[in-house]
Structure formats: C-alpha cells, structure tokens
C-alpha cells in the first residue's frame, strides 16, 4: 500500500544526500571566493591503509585491518567521547566474479546505551553519490567532513553525519561502507546491483566481527539514491548471499532500481556526470562494453569518462553539470539510445535491475513524484515487483511540487523529509 509521507508518518526532517551535494557546491564557491584551503590530515595519513596485503582472508565480511579513526570535534587519546568511538576497517567482500574484494568502510560503536530489545542492532550505511576517485571515500573524511585538494583540484565532502549521528544517539552500531573500489585500487564499480549489495552485507559481517557482537545480532540497512540501491541491493540479496545475517528491515530512498530510465532522467542536470560514473564502472567488469564506447563515443565524450574517474561529486557538477550527453556521442544520440540499439550494452544495463529477489526482511521505500534525478516510476515499479514476490514492502510518496528543475533540489527534499520516519522504521523493526 502506498501512502503519502504526510498520512504514513507525520511530520518530520531529514538532511538528504543532494542536500549535501548542493551544500558541497556552495560550500566549494564560498571556501574558493574566500581564498581559504580546507584539508583533511587524516585521510593524507591514512594513505597506507589503502592498500591492500599480498594476500588476505577470502572468507566474506574478514576484517583484514582496522585502526583508530577520531569523529569529527574529538580528542586524541581521550575515550568514550561523545557520539562514539570510530574504527577504520579494511573488510573482505567480492567482486562480481566472486573473487575475494578488499573494501574499506568505518565501523562506530556508539556511546550512547541501546535501550531497545534485544542485543545492540547494527546499520549499515550506504553513502549517497559521492564521486569515483579514490579521494572521496567517506572513511578518509571522519575527522572533518570536507576535503579540498587544490593541487587536483578536488572537494570531497562526507555527508553522512546526520544520519549517522541520528542512529548513534538511538544507542545503534554503525558501519559505513566506501563500496569497491573506492580508496582501494580499482575502479569504484558505481550503481553495480551485485557488488554494491555485498559490500553492504559484508560489511554488516565485518562490523559484528570487529565489535564483538553475536553471530545472530541483529542487522539492518539504510541508503539514499545510489545508498538507496546498494540498501536494496543488499535486501534483496541477503537470503541468498549472506543468510548468516539476520537482517530485520532496510530503508531504501530514491533506489536507482531500473538504470536504464535513471540515466535518461539525470541527463542534463546538474549531475549528469554520474552516468560517467555508471559507465565507467560497468565497463570494468563487462569488458564487451569497451569496444562499443569507442565506436559510439567522440574523443570529447571519451574524456568526460576519463575525468570523472578521478573526481568527486562536487568537481563533476562544477565541470560537466548541465551537458547533454548526445554531446558525447558519435551520432548526437543520448546515450540511453546508444544503449537501447546495442543489445550488449542493453543486457548489461538491465542486469543491475533490482527487484528480481525477495527481501527476507521488511523494507521501507521512498520516491518522489518530482524527483528529478531519480524516477518516481521505477521506484514505484520495484515496490510492485517485491510485492509480487511477496515481500513486506512499505513505500512513501514525497508529492513535492517541481523546484528549479535538474539542480537536483528535488531529490534532494524527499530526502530531507524522511531521515525521522526511516529512522523510526528501522527501530521499530529492531523492537518487533
């Protein structure tokens, strides 16, 4: 049944993943007019951490190493300082393949008492876009959320701290994944279903390892735009690839479910880049893909794709926001036709389709009717597709009336509006 956000949870409010995008572009133009240089110590001195051993545990959710990681404003030294206590983590997950992926992430064990039933639960937290360069993993940005490196130059920006902070002072444990690929070598294998789902499930078994928690503690998921789909993603792939876990609920806004009518949607806003991102990723793992991008592609388009491999969310706005991507292509089609006519480079697209598993765990879907980065359709399309299977699928509707079109505020607002109610959600599924 689907409800408008009003009737199904009242009045609430939440900072969303665009909403930091934006405030990253305002932040960077007002950093930049002032003359002033923000960077992060931490993550220069964390440069190491990155890089994986010779050799390292293949088992899935295997802590390969962890180190102290201070919360922004903390102390070093000092203990159980106010949220929590923060913990850098390199973890095993999997490629596509199958083969064992060194991932990384930040595990937080929260200061505050959990005061619901049961054992402490666990979220993990799939991060909203954040870029595909290796500078833009949240873990680098614990101690302070905003990175500038003018030497790139680059802005990275780690938006997570509301929602993190929301969940800490509920007393719950939280882990946020940096995906493959991001800050590890490789490409970061953006809106990839299969490896975006098992680096959220592997991480909710790196972080009960690494915490000490009971093998049956509970777990849950929570995302927004691609965190949206890699929360999905890993709803739906849990009974299946980590039926260890005991995953009681997932929230999953504005999943990009059904790739195809997101890169139409997203082409010509202000993050159109992101279908760089997309295609950069999913020509890594499906190298068919390679051959038709240099048939299809100008050298202009080709060095777009270059580009963004190396930039955050912020730079690629600032430098590609508003093209079309018919100025990439040969033929001055947009891409989503260029896809359509090759029939590989369809099925490869349509094999990050979500919504082709059962969730084993209740979920809580959002969409807005005006989203303009993410198609209200296609979030609709995959609640219907659970139910059919099943599932206990709960959505919310954000009727939001168009604002300023392809800057993305309106898929940023939805967002706002709903960080309470999911919150609230993924208690009460814990307290069940």
């Given at each position: ?118 054992e402490r639960p666990t979220i993990v ?286 898929h940023a607002l939805p967002m706002v ?16």
């Amino acid at each position: 049944m689907r409800r408008t956000w009003g009737n199904l949870f009242g009045r609430s409010g939440r900072r969303s993943t665009s909403t930091h995008r934006l405030a990253a572009v305002v932040t960077t133009g007002l950093v930049a007019a002032a003359g002033i240089t923000i960077a992060s110590p931490a993550a220069s001195a964390a440069g190491d951490f990155y890089t994986p051993p010779s050799s390292f545990a293949a088992e899935p959710g295997s802590v390969i190493r962890s180190q102290p990681s201070p919360l922004l404003l903390q102390i070093p030294g000092v203990k159980n300082q106010w949220p929590g206590t923060a913990t850098r983590v390199m973890y095993t997950s999997s490629y596509q393949d199958g083969t064992p992926a060194p991932v990384t992430g930040t595990l937080v064990e929260p200061t505050a008492a959990w005061r619901g039933k049961g054992e402490r639960p666990t979220i993990v937290l799939g991060p909203g876009t954040v870029g595909q360069g290796d500078q833009c993993a949240g873990s680098k940005l614990m101690s302070f959320p905003l990175s500038i490196d003018p030497a790139k130059p680059s802005i990275a920006v780690n938006y997570t701290a509301l929602e993190l902070n929301l969940l800490l002072i509920n007393g719950v444990r939280v882990f946020i994944t940096d995906y493959i690929g991001m800050g590890t070598p490789g490409i970061h294998t953006y809106v990839n279903r299969r490896e975006s789902g098992a680096a959220m499930l592997d991480g909710a078994r790196a972080a009960l390892r690494l915490s000490k928690a009971g093998a049956d503690a509970p777990v849950g998921f929570s995302g927004y735009s691609q965190g949206g789909g890699a929360a999905a993603s890993a709803a739906e792939m849990a009974a299946t690839y980590a039926p260890d876990l005991d995953v009681k609920g997932t929230y999953a806004g504005a999943p990009p479910a059904d790739l195809a009518k997101v890169i139409d949607r997203i082409d010509g806003t202000f993050i159109v880049g992101g279908i760089g991102y997309a295609i950069n990723g999913l020509t890594a793992r499906y190298p068919a893909l390679g051959p038709i991008l240099d048939r299809e592609t100008t050298p202009a388009g080709r060095r777009v794709l270059s580009q963004v491999a190396t930039q955050c969310i912020g730079d690629t706005g600032l430098a590609f926001g508003f093209q079309r991507t018919n100025q990439w292509t040969r033929t001055g089609e947009p891409l989503s036709r260029v896809i359509d006519r090759n029939p590989e480079a369809k099925k490869v697209v349509d094999e990050q389709r979500i919504g082709t598993l059962r969730p084993n765990a209740p979920v809580l879907l959002e969409g807005g009717i005006n989203d303009d980065v993410i198609p209200y359709g296609q979030v609709a399309q995959l609640e219907r597709d659970w139910r059919a299977q099943g599932a206990d699928v709960r959505m919310v509707t954000n009727g939001i009336p168009p604002i300023f079109p392809g800057l993305v505020v309106n898929h940023a607002l939805p967002m706002v509006t709903t960080l309470l109610p999911a919150t609230n959600f993924l208690l009460g599924e814990f307290n069940r």
